[in-house]
């Protein structure tokens, strides 16, 4: 076995697990591995992968649990805590489910220069679960504070998967990302510090648009529009730096009325400020809110090309 071939550790029930997941995944279409995701999160936790996740410590890569030659496969694989993994990709769809801790998968355009461009972040809980298609491949991977444990189905079993350079890191990036996480965990005194003082708010709501001027008039106004949520928690993220800012693009998770319910929305940031680089402007532009039945419709009637 060379350092770069994968460990292979067959366990009860994952030969049965894949037999019964690459018919559903078809020919890998978004709507047969959004359908395939559903299954394997609601199979996944009757596997004992105990050994398998032993054996991918010992290892520090993924360990093949079912699948022969050249895939499709199933795998456990580990990511430790502050070691991303290199942007790569396998050659082919994937479908995974998250098992502990808690990961974020980014997935990359790759440019004509060989260098990643980042089509944003889904950030994966316990029992969620997220897929690529042959098309959007190329991906990292990173566990959030702690360890975490995946199972993925891979379509292919590239042993040396392809490698990418990272995107260039933009100036502004680290304001970009403040507001990014302080905004989808609604947290005012995080948001308090990435404003400035005479910061403007226009926000653009469903069949609705109103403004707040100064930091405390838009803190207040936020902090009225949170206090209706619990439970808040961001799933998905794209930022895009530019010259004078950038946007931030977020997909929410929250309880509403006591509901699960999703809102998507876009941030159009200025930013300026002399000593300390601030957001000055900040237009917001928000798809409303969707309950449970409206994400399950959407799911099906528009199923995404990534999700
Ligand atoms: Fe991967």
């Given at each position: 076995?060379?350092?770069?071939?994968?460990?292979?550790?067959?366990?009860?029930?994952?030969?049965?697990?894949?037999?019964?997941?690459?018919p559903l995944?078809?020919?890998?279409?978004?709507a047969?591995l959004?359908?395939?995701?559903e299954?394997l999160?609601?199979?996944?936790?009757?596997?004992?992968?105990?050994?398998?996740l032993r054996?991918?410590?010992?290892?520090?890569?993924?360990?093949?649990v079912?699948?022969?030659?050249?895939?499709p496969?199933l795998?456990?694989?580990?990511?430790?805590?502050?070691?991303?993994?290199?942007?790569?990709?396998h050659g082919?769809?994937?479908v995974?489910?998250?098992?502990?801790?808690?990961?974020d998968l980014?997935a990359f355009?790759?440019g004509?220069?060989?260098v990643?461009?980042?089509l944003?972040?889904?950030?994966l809980?316990?029992?969620e679960a997220?897929w690529?298609t042959?098309v959007?491949?190329v991906?990292r991977?990173?566990?959030?504070?702690?360890?975490?444990?995946?199972?993925?189905?891979?379509?292919r079993?590239?042993d040396g998967?392809?490698?990418?350079e990272?995107?260039a890191?933009?100036?502004?990036?680290?304001?970009l990302?403040?507001f990014?996480a302080a905004?989808?965990?609604?947290?005012?005194d995080?948001?308090a510090?990435?404003y400035?003082?005479?910061?403007?708010l226009?926000?653009?709501?469903?069949v609705?648009r109103?403004?707040?001027?100064g930091r405390?008039?838009?803190l207040?106004t936020l902090r009225?529009?949170?206090?209706?949520?619990?439970?808040?928690r961001?799933t998905w993220?794209?930022?895009t730096?530019?010259?004078?800012?950038?946007?931030?693009e977020?997909?929410?998770?929250n309880?509403?009325?006591g509901?699960?319910?999703?809102?998507?929305?876009?941030?159009?940031?200025?930013?300026g400020?002399?000593?300390?680089?601030?957001i000055?402007?900040?237009?917001?532009?928000?798809?409303?809110i969707?309950?449970?039945?409206?994400?399950?419709?959407?799911a099906?009637a528009?199923?995404?090309?990534?999700?």
């Amino acid at each position: 076995m060379t350092a770069r071939t994968r460990p292979r550790l067959e366990i009860p029930g994952a030969a049965a697990l894949l037999g019964e997941l690459v018919p559903l995944a078809g020919n890998g279409g978004s709507a047969q591995l959004a359908a395939t995701g559903e299954r394997l999160a609601t199979l996944a936790p009757q596997l004992d992968i105990t050994e398998a996740l032993r054996t991918a410590r010992r290892e520090g890569r993924g360990v093949a649990v079912a699948g022969a030659g050249e895939g499709p496969l199933l795998a456990v694989a580990v990511f430790p805590a502050q070691a991303p993994t290199p942007i790569h990709g396998h050659g082919g769809w994937g479908v995974a489910v998250l098992l502990t801790g808690r990961c974020d998968l980014t997935a990359f355009r790759i440019g004509p220069d060989g260098v990643a461009s980042s089509l944003g972040v889904r950030r994966l809980h316990p029992g969620e679960a997220t897929w690529w298609t042959r098309v959007y491949d190329v991906h990292r991977q990173s566990a959030v504070a702690d360890e975490a444990v995946e199972l993925v189905l891979l379509e292919r079993n590239p042993d040396g998967a392809p490698r990418y350079e990272p995107p260039a890191v933009p100036a502004s990036g680290g304001l970009l990302e403040r507001f990014s996480a302080a905004y989808g965990a609604g947290d005012l005194d995080a948001l308090a510090a990435v404003y400035a003082p005479d910061v403007l708010l226009d926000a653009n709501v469903p069949v609705w648009r109103y403004q707040a001027a100064g930091r405390d008039a838009v803190l207040a106004t936020l902090r009225e529009e949170l206090a209706e949520v619990t439970d808040r928690r961001a799933t998905w993220w794209h930022i895009t730096p530019s010259n004078a800012g950038g946007v931030v693009e977020l997909e929410t998770r929250n309880t509403y009325h006591g509901k699960p319910v999703l809102v998507r929305d876009a941030h159009l940031l200025a930013v300026g400020g002399e000593a300390v680089e601030q957001i000055v402007a900040h237009t917001m532009w928000c798809t409303g809110i969707w309950d449970a039945d409206t994400v399950r419709q959407q799911a099906r009637a528009a199923p995404m090309v990534l999700p």
